[in-house]
């Protein structure tokens, strides 16, 4: 038995890609904790027959249950009730009690407002509690009630905001309709695995081996993603499987050893930060000019060991602010090594820190060379106690791939280093 | 006539809200400035039978023309061209030369890296040069080759990764197929108008105005997007109608002409780059640690005016590295206009450069206070020539939030104070 569930999305500032969608992400991660399958997420415009041709393709689908989100405010631009009524066969009735709670929202949002005629709002808003007949109301976050109307497929109605959605769920999740609907669902167990350096054919070479020798391999449903230079591989599987799941990951581990860096979801961000504990850190960036700084800032909390950095575009300022000797630019170029090494160096000497980064490269597209290609990034990591490592990297992609994916670089060099060091003594 | 298209995003890092889909919404807006319109955006996971189901269903819809995304790597997952070419009824057949020019871009990628199995790769990648029969080869931009299926409806595959979508569309777009399948667009204008600091309520009052005085109001399609802070309107019309379309701009100048920053299009990085011309600009951040800096060099050529910057995220970093007197910070706490000043004032004499911009504050969600909750911060630009502009603001949301509406504050505070500038005379 399963339990299979289908999304519409209604908006045209969606469906134009003017406005992105939140909901359909949200509800979708909302499915799969519950162990049901969504098949499809459809999106279109605030159009009658394009919602009603997309409940109907969902319902020929065989789904169990259909969640709406959006189209349902006071203007006549707002058509998901009365086309989910239709669709479902039902007549759309006013709801006297309904009507009654929507007016007295809005006589406390909007009170004596002057210029506001508070009869004309409530014609407006009279809409909103038409319901279709023998649907369940979810009382409204906002102004807008949601309803479920039970049936084969049964339909779940949701406003568009996420503010308003997302409390609403858990109600619409609670009644007889929506349970009943999702009766067949399964649990599944997910977990992620997340790998640096490896290229998804290397990736797919080793899943074979694991298809052909791994028993049960096929009731794991695995997928992979390339992001940032990263591959993420989520699978899921019931828990009864789990046996099946652990000779994966350690099928993985024995080919893939180096590159895998986290087995339980964590990020690379999460793992730095934590290694930085009772650390202090400065960047020294040329062509990421920032972007490292900006995401070990990121979360909170990174103030007690991020101390700050310096973004040397110009070479004056990586004399100046890093003390890099010009010589050395002279001889061996701003993107080189010894650069790379002498900027990490400044770093740590210039803001006190224990630990350094830096990073100095060609983003594009131009200034690159026949020995610099365009994509070449000279990295070094310095700790306190003079451990280096310097690397440079010839990245793909145009200029905004090269400076996020160099981002990510460092913070995999980070991991590497900070990793096998000791921890350090602080006042030492 | 008309020209009606679907798009079909598959992929269950996308389905499952993994991995936000960019390409649907960056689809729906090269459709739109061609004029067809978008019926149905539906996403499902990389499974043949619901690929195949939207398809079907679309086809059933009517459109003219189906955009695929995903689904064309090497591993087993990726079933997009297989799937399309047995909807379009053809065989798949392996395209001799284009398997060649993969393995050679393969060759390129991974050279002699050690224990690649190139034969290995290859085997994997083969796959990719398996086309339906009779279709039209879009060349890799990536790895993977994209397709175009002539028929009614016209088919286009495209790869998930949007650095490779985004080149491939427009030799899509040129083959006799699409441009048969499109052949009923209307033809639109579109015009895009931007604004800063008013909110959306403002915005709407003015639009009824003119709905109420505009003679046509209702034969432009207008759109608005609140983002970063910055409001978005885009409007759409038939090109007799651009003497309307004249009449809101003259209605919106008229009511809003201080927020009122673009109406060509441009974003507020394309003014700030221009006015930063023949100077040299350098950053002092403080709660945005590095993302001014990161903006300011997204785009190519800016190392012609970006000296570099400090991130000066501790207070002995603010002293050390700004020279803001430690006696400032301990009166005035180090979120304050006059530590923000002498920030500004630090970047233009360490870096020697003639435009200087500073930003402290409390990103959150700790270090809030009474007087200055989360969200508090200060901005000072400073020009070589004295001119200083120094603010306060009290922004809204999340830690990402307000240090995001910080970096665009911070570019709107630029441009603001550039714009009333003298162009400076460089050696003086």
Request: glycine letters at 10%; hydrophobic letters at 45%.
């Amino acid at each position: 038995m399963s339990a299979r569930a289908g999304i519409v999305v209604t908006g045209t500032e969606v469906l134009t890609g003017r406005v992105q969608d939140r909901n359909g992400p949200w509800l979708a991660d909302q499915l799969l904790e519950l162990g049901v399958e969504l098949a499809h997420v459809t999106i279109c415009g605030d159009r009658p027959a394009d919602i009603d041709a997309q409940l109907r393709f969902l319902a020929a689908e065989g789904v169990d249950l259909i969640i709406t989100s959006g189209g349902l405010g006071p203007t006549a631009d707002d058509v998901t009730v009365a086309t989910v009524a239709e669709f479902c066969g039902r007549d759309l009735v006013l709801d006297d009690a309904l009507e009654e709670r929507i007016a007295g929202i809005l006589r406390r949002l909007i009170g004596n407002r002057a210029g506001v005629d508070f009869a004309a709002v409530m014609t407006a808003n009279r809409k909103q509690a038409m319901v279709p007949e023998g649907a369940e109301v979810l009382d409204p976050v906002g102004t807008a009630p949601g309803v479920v109307v039970p049936g084969t497929p049964t339909v779940v109605v949701l406003p568009g905001p996420p503010r308003e959605l997302q409390p609403m769920w858990p109600r619409a999740l609670a009644t007889a309709a929506v349970q009943e609907a999702i009766a067949g669902r399964t649990v599944y167990r997910q977990e992620t695995i997340r790998m640096f350096g490896l290229p998804e054919s290397g990736l797919a070479e080793t899943l074979r081996i694991g298809e052909a020798g791994i028993d049960g391999f096929d009731r794991m449903e695995i997928t992979t993603c390339l992001r940032r230079g990263e591959l993420e591989i989520v699978t899921r599987y019931e828990p009864a499987d789990a046996a099946i799941y652990d000779q994966l990951v350690e099928l993985l581990r024995t080919h893939h050893g180096a590159e895998m860096f986290s087995t339980d979801g964590a990020l690379i961000d999460d793992q730095v930060a934590e290694l930085l504990a009772g650390r202090t850190i400065a960047t020294a960036e040329s062509c990421t000019a920032g972007m490292i700084a900006a995401r070990l800032t990121d979360r909170a909390g990174s103030s007690a060991y991020v101390a700050g950095g310096v973004v040397s575009y110009s070479n004056d300022a990586k004399a100046e602010l890093l003390g890099v000797d010009p010589a050395l630019i002279a001889s061996h170029g701003a993107v080189s090594e010894p650069v790379a090494e002498a900027m990490a160096a400044g770093a740590l000497a210039r803001f006190g820190a224990d630990t350094a980064v830096a990073t100095t490269g060609i983003a594009g597209p131009g200034g690159g060379s026949a020995e610099k290609p365009v994509g070449t990034v000279c990295f070094s990591v310095r700790l306190g106690d003079g451990t280096t490592m310097t690397k440079t990297l010839l990245l793909p992609g145009d200029r905004s791939d090269v400076r996020e994916r160099s981002t990510t670089v460092a913070m995999h060099l980070l991991r590497s280093v900070l990793s096998r060091a000791a921890t350090p003594s602080r006042g030492s």
